[in-house]
């Protein structure tokens, strides 16, 4: 189950995934797709529910992902992932997609209803389950920083936490002017009358040493949304000094070692996790899209620890 299959195995009736045993009927869609943890935790869903089908990798260049996408009824499929860089395509291409996809500029999961495709974001809501697995706090009582909450997985999180209507949120990003501009959109779901207005709970800097400095005494949880930290020989995603025992920090990399920010932040007495909780909570909420019931989380998360 670790082959990964392309563009041309899925159209004409997707004759390949068809003859495979069990038969694919769900995948994930990447750019690339080799590194995807998805199929090993999603097949081990699928057994444990004793259902008849398989999810493999399926490797979809821009270009041909309108083509890809429209081709997966015909194809039998239940539905597939969407991941790096598809998420804004898979939202432009479905026929429908949710309030939350809307609302985050993106789809990550797909449902296959008819000759009709529907289009989830499993990314905000599965957040917020790792939050509550990780540090049994719930995202609404807490405020919330977020680094790189300029787009992807940090404006999914950003929208996330003003829909849970969180106590604080304070979004970083390297070009503040595009935290300033989700900032305007969330306003309106960030208002409260029991403060002084949106301003307060609400607020946009840059990614600089003095912005976060100040900011930190009202911060109960720190979210990485950026990509720094994959690699031992990234910079700091924070001053060492900005990191207390009081802090709950989250990477939302996922890897089966410690980030440099959860290194830093444990070492300081924080509570800190990695991105691996977000990832099953993802992916146990699209199993729960595609088939209406509860996912094996137990299975899934015994399978994705292995991989």
Request: net charge negative; aromatic share 4%.
């Given at each position: 189950m670790?082959?990964i299959?392309?563009?041309?195995?899925?159209?004409?009736?997707?004759?390949t995934?068809?003859?495979?045993?069990p038969?694919?009927?769900?995948?994930?869609f990447?750019d690339?797709?080799?590194?995807s943890?998805s199929?090993?935790?999603?097949?081990?869903?699928?057994?444990a529910?004793g259902?008849?089908?398989?999810?493999?990798?399926?490797?979809?260049?821009?270009?041909?992902?309108?083509?890809?996408?429209?081709?997966?009824?015909?194809?039998?499929?239940?539905?597939?992932n969407v991941?790096?860089?598809?998420?804004?395509?898979?939202?432009?291409?479905v026929?429908?997609?949710d309030?939350y996809?809307?609302?985050?500029?993106?789809?990550?999961t797909?449902?296959?209803?008819?000759?009709?495709?529907?289009?989830?974001?499993t990314?905000?809501?599965?957040?917020?389950?790792?939050?509550r697995?990780?540090?049994?706090?719930?995202?609404?009582?807490?405020?919330?920083m977020?680094?790189?909450?300029?787009?992807g997985?940090?404006r999914a999180?950003?929208v996330?936490?003003?829909?849970?209507?969180?106590?604080?949120?304070?979004?970083v990003?390297?070009?503040?002017?595009?935290a300033r501009?989700l900032?305007?959109?969330?306003a309106?779901?960030?208002?409260?009358d029991r403060?002084l207005?949106?301003?307060?709970?609400?607020?946009?800097?840059?990614?600089?040493?003095a912005a976060?400095?100040a900011?930190?005494?009202?911060?109960?949880?720190?979210?990485?949304?950026?990509?720094?930290?994959?690699?031992?020989?990234d910079?700091?995603?924070?001053?060492?000094?900005l990191?207390?025992p009081?802090?709950?920090?989250?990477?939302?990399?996922?890897?089966?070692?410690?980030?440099?920010?959860?290194?830093?932040?444990?070492?300081a007495g924080?509570r800190a996790?990695?991105?691996?909780?977000m990832?099953?909570?993802?992916?146990?909420?699209?199993?729960?899209?595609?088939?209406?019931?509860?996912?094996p989380l137990?299975?899934?998360?015994?399978?994705?620890?292995?991989?």
């Amino acid at each position: 189950m670790s082959d990964i299959y392309t563009a041309a195995d899925l159209l004409n009736g997707g004759a390949t995934l068809r003859a495979l045993t069990p038969p694919a009927r769900l995948s994930v869609f990447g750019d690339p797709v080799a590194h995807s943890k998805s199929p090993a935790f999603h097949n081990a869903a699928l057994r444990a529910a004793g259902i008849d089908a398989q999810y493999v990798k399926i490797h979809i260049t821009p270009e041909e992902f309108p083509a890809a996408l429209g081709a997966l009824p015909a194809a039998g499929f239940i539905g597939t992932n969407v991941t790096i860089p598809h998420k804004a395509a898979a939202l432009a291409t479905v026929d429908e997609a949710d309030d939350y996809a809307r609302a985050s500029g993106a789809v990550n999961t797909v449902v296959v209803e008819g000759e009709r495709l529907l289009g989830f974001n499993t990314d905000g809501p599965g957040f917020v389950r790792a939050i509550r697995e990780s540090f049994l706090a719930d995202v609404r009582d807490l405020r919330v920083m977020i680094l790189g909450a300029g787009g992807g997985a940090g404006r999914a999180i950003a929208v996330q936490c003003a829909i849970e209507r969180c106590e604080r949120l304070v979004l970083v990003n390297r070009t503040v002017e595009k935290a300033r501009e989700l900032a305007k959109e969330l306003a309106p779901r960030m208002h409260s009358d029991r403060l002084l207005g949106p301003a307060e709970r609400l607020v946009a800097i840059p990614h600089e040493t003095a912005a976060l400095a100040a900011e930190m005494a009202h911060i109960d949880l720190v979210v990485n949304a950026t990509s720094i930290g994959m690699k031992r020989s990234d910079p700091p995603l924070l001053p060492q000094s900005l990191l207390t025992p009081s802090l709950m920090v989250y990477d939302a990399i996922y890897s089966s070692g410690k980030t440099r920010l959860v290194e830093d932040a444990e070492q300081a007495g924080a509570r800190a996790a990695n991105g691996l909780s977000m990832l099953l909570h993802q992916g146990a909420l699209s199993f729960e899209i595609w088939f209406n019931r509860p996912a094996p989380l137990d299975a899934m998360r015994a399978a994705l620890l292995a991989a």
